[in-house]
């Protein structure tokens, strides 16, 4: 069968794969997400803490899950989604979110967790919020896990200063930046600005936009290569900063999710190792 990874240690994202938006049910199931996936040549994939439920509910248990994991090669890496901290919050709310990111840790383990800020025109306090993901941070250690931080550009982590400073006030060992090539520069980021410490990278491509950033994060993030982004210098800056992989891939278009599952995995392995290879990344596998 063959396999687009180029040798690289690729890492399809939950929303990569699901052939639907996000927020709406994932068209592709599990099983399925998993073979396309692996048939593709990636070593990895994402879940998210609600796919879990509601996987189990369609029939499919954690044992089950866990010999299509086994049977396909595949690693959970990437679970999606811890908000609800950055702001005033509901803490039972807080720790019901923790406690589903945890079952998923629990049930196949996992490098990283992505964690953000979905909400913004509201003020935010980034001692306050430093302090809460510290704590946060702190917690998911224990099951081994990295909090990869991730800034969008409508939401009160906006700006490519506010992650780095909230991150200096927070320090918990396995904490980290989560560089999401749309989100990095349609957040003002620059690659020669950009420092460590660098938990997580999503890989993408897309148009430069100056405003509707929740539309356009939802409907315009390409495949590597399909935008006017520079990805390969952004890869580079990322690389000098000592993060040399996995190396997540997250897409999701109208077209995109339309494909066929194991083409669109077919073409996000394919995209992403040349976009890597452009870069100079070193190969993790013959």
Known sequence: MADDSGGFDLVASFFTLTGAGFAEEPRYSFV?????AAAAGFT?????????????????????MQAVLA?????VVEIEFLGGWALATDPAELDRTVRRIEAVADA???RHVSAGEFRGNVPLDLGVAGRRLEELARRLAGRGLQVAVEAFPWSVLAGPS????????????????MVDVWHFFNNGGTPDALTGPIAAVQLNDGPRVHGDYL?????????????????????????RNGFTGPWCVEVNTPEFRALPVGEAARRAAAATAAALDAAGAPRTRA
Do not use: M, W
Not at 32 to 36: F, I, K, L, V
Not at 215 to 239: C, I, S
């Open 162 to 177: 506010v992650v780095p400073e909230l991150l200096r006030q927070a320090q918990a060992p396995n904490l980290g930046q």
């Open 108 to 110: 196949f383990g996992g």
């Open 215 to 239: 539309v356009h994060a939802r409907a315009a993030r390409r495949l590597p290569g399909e935008g006017e982004l520079d990805v390969a210098g952004l890869l580079r800056a990322v690389l």
């Open 71 to 75: 049977d396909t090669g595949l690693h």
């Open 32 to 36: 399925e997400r998993c073979r396309a």
């Open 44 to 64: 990895g994939i994402g879940l998210h803490a609600d796919d879990l439920p509601r996987t189990v509910a369609s029939g499919l248990d954690v044992p089950g």
